[in-house]
């Protein structure tokens, strides 16, 4: 079994950026990788795998999972839980689009009072 790449130090931060603003968002280690989460829920979880790739999930409303499945990559869709997706991370990565993401992702995790105090992306 090959050996999981640790995630690039830069991209940790870069996602710490974004995902410690939100409230009572915490940080821990996952099986693999560093996951956040809000109460219970994950929001996020980035981790490196056996392919050497690296990778981070999070939660999406139905009607962007369908559109994630169709768009190819970066975006996948997991075969666990019917509203998480992921999104290959690498030197290309728009950081301000998986912001938006990740914002999303929190919103659909937190509970409604915590999810309120989150400015969400606009759409356009």
Do not use: K, N
């Not at 079994?1 to 009572?24: H, S």
């Not at 915590?114 to 969400?120: G, Q, Y």
């Amino acid at each position: 079994m090959a050996e999981r790449p640790d995630l690039p130090l830069a991209w940790v931060e870069r996602l710490r950026g974004v995902l410690d603003a939100f409230p009572e968002c915490e940080e821990d280690s996952a099986w693999v990788g560093l996951r956040w989460r809000v109460g219970q829920a994950t929001v996020a979880h980035a981790f490196g795998g056996e392919d050497q790739l690296f990778r981070i999930t999070f939660r999406a409303e139905p009607d962007e999972v369908v559109a994630f499945m169709h768009l190819g990559a970066p975006y996948f869709r997991c075969d666990w839980g019917r509203d998480v997706v992921g999104l290959f991370l690498d030197e290309d990565t728009d950081w301000d689009e998986l912001g938006e993401l990740l914002t999303d992702s929190y919103c659909i995790q937190a509970p409604p009072r915590l999810a309120d105090l989150v400015e969400r992306p606009a759409v356009s």
